[in-house]
Every structure is written in structure tokens, then in C-alpha cells.
């Protein structure tokens, strides 16, 4: 069988006659921007994740910029003298710039490495080591590859020493913890649907919360600080509770009157509508991501004692297919991706270690030298391939085969 022309993509989006109605309805509408769309997509985020609100943003960049900065305003006191985030060394650096760009500092300790994640004893470890504890106000964990964080425990130190929890669960929508959905278990939880992820909007994000003042404070921060913070706007019925209360006798419009400096994240009724398409089918993708992930497990064993293959697990939605290289390994990583690049196979390296190996970061290089061993590893040799819901049986093949090749061939 001549495979060749096979290409393996590490995500794929396909356009389906819904997707088409979908986004055909939105141009219909005569309104593209912020609409009925976008609040049906908030209605069943919440819904799905089991959450009171969610706010839809253009991207889980911005959803982690206004989520942290709604925390910030409305525990402001707490704030003024709390700069510091214990996060994840290992991840897409926007969950540190998000940190960053709200004035607060990025403090990380080491991983799990075979789950990526932050562990609770490391932050405890951290916590009780701090020379002043008091300096910290939140933490940051993110359910990298879909792989669930121990929230548990989190959570309880987060109580122990007065900490806001921030769960970054863009990577593991419909991820179960004991049998809860990942990112319902925290101050706020963010959420990408980027084009590569398990629902697929293109460029959108979302924030949910269980706190009404926190919701709301995220759809002004989101819309340039404006006053409006209303579900869907009644002006025109007549309803506005805005213009209802107000008893001045100026030309007062609340759209157009902004409480404080906020952000242009508004996203649009296109990105909303395509999720939504995905959310009638999200249980499909999740169980053939999962099944996709037994497959290649199971046929690419006989490596397992040169590469660290993911963890399969019926209450895991799978991002993609992680792998780490072992310290006995007879490749190195930028090989191995070459090679299979090569036989059309699509790479990604994971991530890499945000203060040793990120140039954005290099200023704490020194800092964190030796501290993160684990995140240090696995930033040098973790990558992943696709798993997604529309591979299939011969394009698993080609993958285990292209691993073969290029092993026995080593």
C-alpha cells in the first residue's frame, strides 16, 4: 500500500451542511456581531459545564485577561498587596501573558510528569517555604491535553490561604473529574474553542462562574468598561434597567457610558454559531477522540519502553495525543518530529518550560534554574500528534507504521 500521500493533521475542522445553515442564518440575521448566537452559546455553555454564567470573548487569551481582571476588581482590597499567581510551567504561554498583562506575577512550581499538571503538594510546598505567603492571591492550574488537575486539594489550600482559584481549562472541555466537568470547580474557569480544539469555533473563548457580581463585571470588562451587563439588551423594548433607574436629566445611554478602562473582546454570532453545531454532537467527539487514543496506545505499546504514551481514560476529552521521549530513548525529539513530518505525520512540540525555556521569560531563567525538573524535561522532549474525530482506521495505521519505520531504522 503506497501511504505517501497520507497527511495526518494534528486538528481538522470539517464544513458540513449545519455549519453551512448556521453561519447562512447569521448572515440572514443582518446582525453579525454579539447576538442571539452568542447567548444561546453562553446559555449552553453554562448548561454543559454546569455553571450559572458564562461570558463568550473573542478568544481564551482574552477570556483569561477579563476573568482575572473581574477577580482583581471585585477583590480589590485583597488584591492591592497580592501580586503573586502560582501557575503551570508547563503550558501555551497565554495563561502567564494573562498573569502578566493584569499587573501580577507569574509564580511557578514543578509537575506531575506524566499528567502535566501542578500538583498540590508542590504548591503547598511552595506556600509554606514563601517568606511572605501573604503576597499570593490566587492559583492558576491548567488541565493541559485535557488531563484534570486534582481540584480537590487545590481548592483547599486555595482555602487554607485565601487564594482565588483560576481554572484554565481551555484544553479540556468535557473532561470529567470525579464526575464533575473540568472548569466548574473554581472562582472562575476559562475555555478556548480554537480551531484545534475539542469544539471548534475558529477564534473564540469563554469565561464561567458560578458569582453573579464576577459575571457581570466580565461583560463590562469585556466591552471597554461600558455599564451595560445585561443578558440581552431591552433598550429598544423599552426595558433597560439602566435607563429605568436613572433619574438624571442628561442624554444618558449606558452603552456609550464606561465605569472603568476595560478591552474590545466582543466576539461575534458566526464563532457562536459554529460552536453551537459542535455542542449537538461534543459527546461524539469526546468518545472518538478517547477511542482514538486506545488505538494509537495499542499500537504503538512496543515503544513504550523509549516514549511515555498518554494515559487512556474514559473521563479524559482529549486535546491531542501527548508523548514524552524517555531519558533511555534512542532519538531525540527534533528528530523523531522531522522524520515523521517527513512520512506526513503533523508535530507540535509541548509547549516548553515558560520561565527556563521561553525567550518572553528568559529574565527568570536564573531564577528557576533546577527548580522545575520535571517541567524542564518535559519541555525538551514532550510533543504531540492528533487525535481527533475525524481520523481514521488507515490514517492510525499510517502513524503506528511511521513509528515503526523510523524506530527500526535507528
Known sequence: MNTNHIKVNVGDFQIGGEERRAINEVLDSGKITEGFKVKDFERKLAEYTGTKYAVAVNSGTSALIAGIAALKRKNGDKWKSRKKVITTPITYVATSNAIVLNNLE???VDIDPFTFSITPDNIRAHLEEADE?????????????GYPCDMDEINKIAKEYDLDVIEDSAQALGTLYKGRQAGSQSDISIFSFYIAHNVQAGEMGAVVTDDLETW????????????????????????CPKLLAYKGKDDFDPRFTHEFVGYNFKTMDFQAALALTQFKKVDWIIKQRQENVRYLNEGLESFSDQIQLP?????????????????????????????????????????????TQQPAYMHLKEEYADKLPNADYVGHSGFYIGCHQYLTTKELDHVIASFKKIFSSI
Open 311 to 355: 494515559a487512556h481514560s474514559k473521563d479524559i476529552s482529549y486535546l491531542a495525543y501527548p508523548m514524552v521521549l524517555k531519558p533511555e530513548s534512542k532519538i531525540q525529539r527534533k528528530q523523531l518530529r522531522e522524520e515523521l513530518e517527513k512520512l506526513g505525520v503533523e508535530t507540535r512540540p509541548l509547549f516548553g518550560c515558560i520561565p
Open 216 to 239: 457581570k463585571l466580565i461583560k463590562k470588562i469585556k466591552s471597554n468598561g461600558r455599564m451595560c451587563d445585561c443578558r440581552i439588551c431591552t433598550r429598544q423594548e423599552g426595558k
Open 133 to 145: 505567603p501573604e503576597e499570593y492571591g490566587a492559583i492558576a492550574p491548567v488541565h493541559l491535553m
Open 106 to 108: 507569574p509564580v511557578f
